[in-house]
């Protein structure tokens, strides 16, 4: 996607989009527009400064190699929506993505997807079909075996995934929620000629790059953004620090920790659902059910331990993928998580989402002394 340079507001910007899509979204691009949510550190300028970062106004440019320190280079450009959330604009193909900015967000720490909650997804579909007068004509959605919502239909220990594709594609989400107790993570809809894909991910796909769907992009990212920015807030609280206390040559550092927690009313936890989650009953072909996936969990659970009637519940949390260590512990509906080990908000995120996606979508999350303020 080639943009000439310029001292560019977010509207200046998407005028220009808008004027001149089919000269920037190529062929090989399939001339989809892509804006991606992400999850930053305060100061993300830093995180891209190997990769040209240029200002542009209001946006900001750089390009990531499809291959680590070499290869070909894949631009994106940059608008800070609010502290701490990019939306990141591209024609780059999806493998081509996969490549670079999601290999980038995984690799590092202070940088992450932003992951859009399922209250806030309904929120957007609602949008789309109740005030725009949208058409839906595909989705995705899933069921994790250890989700309390109701399935109607039965058969609750299977995980589910659902992929559906017609016109008559809203009725069916509606149906499919109430019988298999499903979440959406994708949809697709059709508004006055153009096609938006929404995925869950923080991905939002105009089809048609004009004056129309880039408004009703913005306004979705609008949408969104606050309740996006309270979670990254919050998560970033979850921190280990030190202060000095006494005075002059009496003073001592001590260690501050500030803790978070996860408050789940809806999650039905038992011994042996809690022994999935930590990993420790794998191979039990009775709750196994095949070959499906325990869950999405990208963590690794250590020192683990389980009251007789998982009331309570501990562990060590390694995240796989951003090398964090906490410390989580479950009572009575709430669960700890302590700091311990190169702390990064984005680390409490994923795990945040997988116990709202994985467990109680009603999950809700705050730091440990304060009222919950992101749900």
């Not at 608008?79 to 990019?86: D, I, P, S, V």
């Not at 030190?242 to 003073?251: A, P, R, W």
């Not at 009251?307 to 260590?325: M, P």
Request: charged share 30%; aromatic share 12%.
């Amino acid at each position: 996607m080639k943009i000439p340079a310029s001292n560019y507001t977010l509207d200046s910007f998407c005028d220009y989009l808008a004027e001149h899509s089919s000269e920037i979204l190529t062929e090989d691009e399939g001339r989809w527009l892509k804006a991606y949510l992400l999850y930053v550190r305060r100061d993300w300028k830093s995180l891209f400064a190997e990769y040209g970062l240029e200002r542009m106004g209001s946006i900001w440019r750089f390009e990531i190699p499809d291959e680590p320190d070499q290869g070909r280079l894949v631009t994106y450009h940059a608008y800070e929506w609010r502290e701490g959330l990019l939306l990141c604009f591209t024609g780059s193909t999806k493998e081509d993505y996969e490549k670079t900015l999601q290999r980038f967000a995984k690799e590092n720490r202070g940088v992450s997807r932003a992951w859009i909650p399922p209250s806030v997804f309904d929120t957007l579909k609602n949008y789309m079909l109740d005030e725009r007068g949208a058409t839906m004509y595909r989705f995705i959605s899933k069921r994790s075996r250890f989700s309390e919502v109701e399935a109607k239909i039965g058969r609750p220990e299977y995980n589910r995934r659902l992929s559906y594709s017609g016109e008559d594609s809203s009725q069916v989400l509606k149906e499919t929620q109430t019988m298999y107790g499903t979440l959406a993570t994708s949809m697709d809809f059709r508004l006055d000629g153009n096609k938006i894909h929404l995925n869950k991910e923080g991905l939002i796909i105009t089809r048609d790059v004009n004056p129309d769907t880039l408004e009703l992009l913005r306004k979705l990212v609008d949408m969104a953004g606050h309740e996006l920015a309270t979670v990254r807030e919050t998560s970033e609280k979850f921190k280990v620090s030190s202060q000095k206390i006494g005075e002059l040559d009496h003073q001592i550092t001590v260690p501050m920790i500030t803790a978070g927690k996860i408050t789940t009313p809806h999650a039905k936890f038992d011994v042996e659902k809690v022994k999935l989650l930590f990993g420790e009953s794998r191979d039990e072909p009775a709750l196994g059910k095949g070959e499906e996936e325990i869950s999405d969990f990208q963590f690794s659970f250590i020192d683990t331990y389980v009251s007789e009637d998982a009331t309570s519940f501990s562990a060590t949390v390694v995240d796989d993928e951003k090398g964090t260590v906490f410390g989580m512990s479950a009572n009575n509906g709430e669960m700890v998580l302590i700091p311990k080990h190169r702390t990064t908000f984005e680390s409490f995120v994923r795990f945040y989402e997988s116990i709202v996606e994985d467990f109680d979508v009603t999950a809700s999350l705050a730091t440990f002394s304060e009222p919950v303020i992101a749900r």
